[in-house]
C-alpha cells in the first residue's frame, strides 16, 4: 500500500515539495493529498502588488498553475479545505470543507501554512477601507477598488509590500501616502544612509513618506474610514492598507505540539524535519539557518519558500538534500529605482555582536558617459580584521538591483571583501565602469576591514 | 635622489601603474615618465564603437584623463613621444618625438605598450576606405566617415569589436554586413548553439552576417575600396572594417630581449615582474594566468590591463599585490540584445583536455508574466564527475547580461554548480522568477556532471 503524505497549505513551499515528491516516487508508491484553504494553490504574492497597479493584467498570471494541473501531475490538491486541527499521536488531521468536516490520516505531514499579515489592535482597524494585502483574494479586492480611484490613500508600513503597494497606487494616479512608525522606510534591509535614497524618490515621484508616526487609531466617517490617525497628526484617506508585515502561520502546530523555535516559527533541521517524528515544516511557517548570522531567522521570501519546499520534496521522495541556508537576498524598486540588499545592515551587524566595518560609494549602473548611465550607490558591510563581507545593499537605477547577487554569491562562497575586488567581472560601456561598483565597494569595505 | 619609473605606454595599464604609484610614493622618492606616442593617455578604446554608432556625441568622453590631469598628479605623462629601443643593460629607453631623439634612463621600466589590431596581408589591404578600429585615431576617422553617410559597409570579423561596428553601422543607416570566416560569430567567446541566437537577432535587425567566408582580397574600383572578396563571392561596400583582432606589441620587447610566453605575449609573474629584473608588464602586451584553465592567456580587455596595471603600480609604490589571474569575463550587446560569456566555452573545455558537460536553459529575465520580461538563454559548462565551473554563456534581453557576473564570482570561489543552484540570490516579479534563470543553469549543468 503507498504511503501518504498530507501537505497543509498549498503555495509556493508545500507546492515546491510536492512536485518534487511526486517527480521521485510514483503514484502507488506516495499518495500526495494538499488541503489549500483559500482557493488557489501555488501562486505568486510578490506579483500582487503589480496586479494592482495594472502592469499584469491577467489574473491569471498571479497563478503558477491551477490545482487540475497538479491533479493531472497526480497530486491530489484540495482547494477550499482548511486544516483544522492535528492529532500527531494517531497521525491524522481534521480538515473542514464545504461538505463538512473529515479526519484523513497521514504517513508523512508537510506543515506549509505560510504567513499571514499582521494586524495589530489599532483603533478603527476593521472599518470599512482598510485592507491588506497578502492572498489572492486581497489582490483582487485591492485591484477592484483601485480601478474605481479613491482619491487618498495611506499605506501604513515601510517595508517592502508597503513601498511596492504605494508605487502601484501612485501609478493608477491615487495621492499617497505611507506612514511608517521607523524613522526610515525599509529599515529591516537598509541602513538610514541607504533608505534615504528611496524616501527621496518616492517624494520626486509624488508619494508622501512620513517617518517615525506609530498609527493608534483609523479615523471613521460613517462608518468607513476617514483617514489615518486620529490626532492632529492625521492623514485623510478613502483607503488604507497595512502592510505591516507577517507573522508565521502557527496556531495549528502550536496547538498540536509541534516544536517552534526561538523565531516563533515552526523550527526544522537542515532537511525541513521538524522535532516531531514524520512532520516535515517549509516556507514562510518554518525557520531557516542564516548563513551569516548562524541565527535561526524566519524570512518571509518566495525564493526561501521555494527552496525549502524542493528540499523537503526531495527527502520525502527518498531522496537526500539539506537547505544551505539563507541570506536574505531581496530586491524591489519604485519607480525605476532599483533596491536590493543581502545579508545584514551595519546595525543588523553589531546586533548580532559582530564587528562591523561598512564602505558606501557612489558610482553609475554604466560607464560615466554613457546615454543610459544612472546613478548607483552600494554599501558593503564587512568584519573588521577578517573582511569576511556581512551585507550589501544597493540603491540604483536600471541594472543596479540585481548587481546584488554578486555580493550574495561571494557571501555564500565566504569570499572576503578585499578578493571580490579583483573578481573578473563584465565590462562594457553600456553595462559598467571598468571596475564594477561592486568591486570599488567590496575593495572600499576590504580597506577598513584590515586597516 | 629619486628613483625614476619610465612605463612605455600610456593607457589603461599603464596609466593606472603610474597613478597607483604615485598615490604610494611621493614624486620626490619615485619620479615617472610616461611615453605615449599617441595623443592621448588613458582612454576608453571599449568606448569607441558607440562613439562611432554616435549614441556618445562628445569625442572627449573616450579620454578618461588628459595629459595635463596627470601632470597635475606628479606624472610626468608625454604624448607623441614614440619609444624605438629598450637597453637593458644600460637600464635606458631610446625616444623619439617632434624634438628629435633622446635616451632616457629607467631605474624601473612598466611595458604597457598594449596591443595592435592585425592586418593579415591581403590584397587591397592599402586601399582607401579600409579601416581598423583600435585607437581614438581610428575612432575619429570612422566617425567622420560615417556621418558622410556611406552607402554600404562590410565588417570583415565576427568577435565583440566587429558586431560593435555592426552594431554602429546599421545604428546610423548604412547597409552592413558582417563577414567572417569562422562558422558563427563570437566564435572565442560563445558556442555554436548560443552563437546562433546572436547572427539571429542580427539579421532580425537588418545586419547581414556572412559565415565560413575567408577573405583573401579587398576589390578596389578607381583607387579606392569597391568591395570585399574578389570572386563570385563578394560583398560591394563604400567602407570596410577589418575587426580581426589584435596581437600584443611586442617589437620592442623581443628586440630588447625581454622573454616572451607562450602565447607571444610578454611573460609576467603574478607581481606583474618580467624576467628581466627591473622590467615590469602588463596590460594587452603581457601574459595572464587563467583560473580555469591554468594556462597562460593573452586576453585584450580593458579590466585585465586596469587590473594588472594596479597591481603593477602598487608593487612598484612599494606594497605587495598578486594579480590574481582572469576568467575572461566579458559583456557585449547587439541592439537590446545582452551577450556575455566567462571562463572556457564547451569546446574550449575540451579542447584544454577537460573533461566538460554543458546544459543549456531558456528562460526569461523577468517572470514571465512581467510585460517588461524577454528571453534569455543561459549555458553553464561543468566539469563532468566533479561539477566545477568551467564557464558561462549568456544571450537575452535587458537585464540577462550581467548574470555572467554570478558565474564568474562563483567560478572564482570555485563554488561548483550544484551548489550555485542553491545559492541565495534576489528575485521579485520585474527581475527573474523565483528561480533565477543562473539557478536552473546551474542545476542543470551539476545534475549532468554528477549523474
Known amino acids: 500500500m503507498a504511503e501518504r503524505l498530507v501537505v497543509i497549505g498549498?503555495?509556493?513551499?508545500?507546492?515546491?515539495a510536492a512536485s518534487q515528491a511526486r517527480r521521485m516516487r510514483r503514484a502507488d508508491d506516495l499518495e500526495i493529498i494538499?488541503?489549500?484553504?483559500?482557493?488557489?494553490?501555488?501562486?505568486?504574492?510578490?506579483?500582487?502588488?503589480?496586479?494592482?497597479?495594472?502592469?499584469?493584467?491577467?489574473f491569471g498570471d498571479l497563478q503558477v498553475r491551477t490545482p487540475e494541473q497538479f491533479q493531472a501531475r497526480g497530486i491530489d490538491a484540495r482547494i477550499h479545505h482548511q486544516v483544522t486541527g492535528i492529532d500527531l499521536d494517531a497521525r491524522r488531521v481534521t480538515v473542514q470543507h464545504s461538505g463538512g468536516e473529515e479526519t484523513v490520516g497521514y504517513d508523512q505531514l508537510l506543515y506549509a501554512t505560510g504567513a499571514t499579515a499582521i494586524r495589530p489592535?489599532?483603533?478603527?482597524?476593521?472599518?470599512?477601507?482598510?485592507?491588506?494585502?497578502?492572498?489572492?483574494?486581497?489582490?483582487?479586492?485591492l485591484r477592484s477598488l483601485v480601478t474605481s480611484r479613491p482619491e487618498r490613500a495611506v499605506v501604513v508600513g515601510g517595508g517592502y509590500i508597503?513601498?511596492?503597494i504605494a508605487e502601484a497606487f501612485e501609478h493608477v494616479g491615487i495621492h499617497t501616502t505611507v506612514v511608517t512608525m521607523m524613522p526610515t522606510v525599509l529599515e529591516r534591509t537598509l541602513d538610514p544612509d541607504m533608505a534615504e535614497l528611496v524616501s527621496d524618490r518616492m517624494r520626486s515621484m509624488g508619494i508622501h513618506v512620513e517617518t517615525g508616526i506609530k498609527v493608534e487609531c483609523i479615523a471613521a466617517n460613517a462608518g468607513r474610514v476617514a483617514g489615518v490617525g486620529c490626532d492632529d497628526r492625521s492623514f485623510p484617506a478613502d483607503l488604507v492598507v497595512l502592510a505591516l508585515g507577517s507573522r508565521p502561520h502557527v496556531d495549528l502546530a502550536k496547538?498540536?505540539?509541534?516544536?517552534?523555535?526561538?523565531?516563533g516559527a515552526v523550527a526544522v533541521d537542515d532537511h525541513q524535519r521538524t522535532e516531531t517524528d514524520g512532520v516535515w515544516s517549509a516556507g514562510d511557517c518554518a525557520e531557516a539557518h542564516h548563513r551569516i548570522s548562524g541565527q535561526p531567522v524566519n524570512l518571509h521570501?518566495?525564493?526561501?519558500?521555494?527552496?525549502?519546499?524542493r528540499v523537503a520534496g526531495i527527502n520525502l521522495g527518498g531522496g537526500d538534500a539539506t537547505f544551505p541556508g539563507v541570506l536574505g537576498t531581496a530586491i524591489t524598486k519604485v519607480g525605476d529605482l532599483e533596491i536590493s540588499s543581502t545579508g545584514l545592515t551595519e546595525w543588523q551587524a553589531a546586533e548580532a555582536g559582530l564587528k562591523a566595518v561598512a564602505a558606501r560609494i557612489k558610482s553609475s549602473t554604466a560607464a560615466h558617459y554613457w546615454p543610459g548611465s544612472s546613478p548607483m550607490t552600494v554599501k558593503a558591510v564587512a568584519e573588521r580584521d577578517t573582511a569576511r563581507l556581512l551585507g550589501a545593499q544597493i540603491v540604483g537605477g536600471p541594472g543596479a538591483g540585481k548587481r546584488i547577487d554578486i555580493?550574495?554569491?561571494?557571501?555564500?562562497?565566504?569570499?572576503?571583501?578585499?578578493?571580490?575586488?579583483?573578481t573578473d567581472l563584465s565590462y562594457a560601456p553600456p553595462f559598467s565602469g571598468v571596475w564594477?561598483?561592486?568591486?570599488?565597494?567590496a575593495r572600499k569595505a576590504g580597506e577598513r576591514a584590515l586597516s
Not at 34 to 50: L, N, R
Not at 436 to 441: E, L, N, T
Open 121 to 141: 489592535p489599532i483603533q478603527g482597524i476593521d472599518l470599512e477601507g482598510v485592507h491588506t494585502l497578502r492572498t489572492l483574494d486581497d489582490a483582487a479586492r
Open 436 to 441: 564594477d561598483p561592486v568591486h570599488i565597494a
Open 162 to 164: 508597503g513601498l511596492e
Open 301 to 309: 521570501l518566495g525564493t526561501v519558500a521555494n527552496k525549502a519546499g
Open 255 to 263: 496547538a498540536a505540539g509541534i516544536p517552534l523555535g526561538p523565531t
Open 34 to 58: 494538499v488541503f489549500e484553504q483559500s482557493a488557489y494553490v501555488s501562486y505568486s504574492a510578490c506579483g500582487e502588488p503589480y496586479f494592482v497597479g495594472g502592469w499584469i493584467e491577467d
Open 10 to 16: 498549498g503555495d509556493a513551499a508545500g507546492m515546491s
Open 407 to 422: 555580493f550574495a554569491t561571494a557571501m555564500w562562497s565566504e569570499l572576503p571583501a578585499h578578493e571580490l575586488a579583483w
